[in-house]
T-cell receptor
Framework: KQEVTQIPAALSVPEGENLVLNCSFTDSAIYNLQWFRQDPGKGLTSLLLIQSSQREQTSGRLNASLDKSSGRSTLYIAASQPGDSATYLCAVTSGRSQGNLIFGKGTKLSVKP | DVKVTQSSRYLVKRTGEKVFLECVQDMDHENMFWYRQDPGLGLRLIYFSYDVKMKEKGDIPEGYSVSREKKERFSLILESASTNQTSMYLC???????????FGNGTRLTVT
């Protein structure tokens, strides 16, 4: 059964730092991997989706990489800002049906001014 | 911009009541989902629908049912609410295959 792990559970950094969030999954037979952001008390916002045939995706200051063979993905955030403070979740789709989307429990990021 | 709207942000119900949570999306998405999110347990899929009148059970369907009579609307029904159904409920939608999920803002349900 697919399991998704995000370490650390919480991270605090000073403003301006570049940082990396980690996501690992146990079964490399994934269809895609998504990164989401969740603000307190709100729903999830999709940040990036990487298809299984891709190695990375970029959006603004965010860059997500995927290494299927090792079961790892990273989310790189450049020049962090206090507004980046949120919980970041990754999720993998095992099989073509998105009903098979498995979420990690997230990394809570705090960027201090 | 995709919009997924959940009818209530906060809801307080009594044990044994029948509860309806409504979700509407405006992007003609085929797929719609209901998740619940609990501290320490993360997001868990309750039900998934890939077309009108079609549904699949997720990881924790017990105590819940769903209805999808129109493409844009997906309803979650708690037949007889219990205190262990106190949670944050999140609705999402997407196009099929390799498309990101779009979430609503959630409904925080408290059952007393």
């Amino acid at each position: 059964k697919q399991e998704v792990t995000q370490i650390p559970a919480a991270l605090s950094v000073p403003e301006g730092e570049n940082l990396v969030l980690n996501c690992s999954f146990t079964d490399s037979a994934i269809y895609n991997l998504q990164w989401f952001r969740q603000d307190p008390g709100k729903g999830l916002t999709s940040l990036l989706l990487i298809q299984s045939s891709q190695r990375e995706q970029t959006s603004g200051r965010l860059n997500a990489s995927l290494d299927k063979s090792s079961g790892r993905s990273t989310l790189y955030i450049a020049a962090s800002q206090p507004g980046d403070s949120a919980t970041y979740l990754c999720a993998v789709t095992s099989g073509r049906s998105q009903g098979n989307l498995i979420f990690g429990k997230g990394t809570k990021l705090s960027v201090k001014p | 911009d995709v919009k997924v709207t959940q009818s209530s942000r906060y809801l307080v119900k009594r044990t044994g009541e029948k509860v309806f949570l409504e979700c509407v999306q405006d992007m003609d998405h085929e797929n719609m989902f209901w998740y619940r999110q609990d501290p320490g347990l993360g997001l868990r899929l309750i039900y998934f629908s890939y077309d009108v009148k079609m549904k699949e059970k997720g990881d924790i369907p017990e105590g819940y049912s769903v209805s999808r009579e129109k493409k844009e609307r997906f309803s979650l029904i708690l037949e007889s609410a219990s205190t262990n159904q106190t949670s944050m409920y999140l609705c999402a939608s997407s196009s099929p295959y390799n498309s990101p999920l779009h979430f609503g803002n959630g409904t925080r349900l408290t059952v007393t």
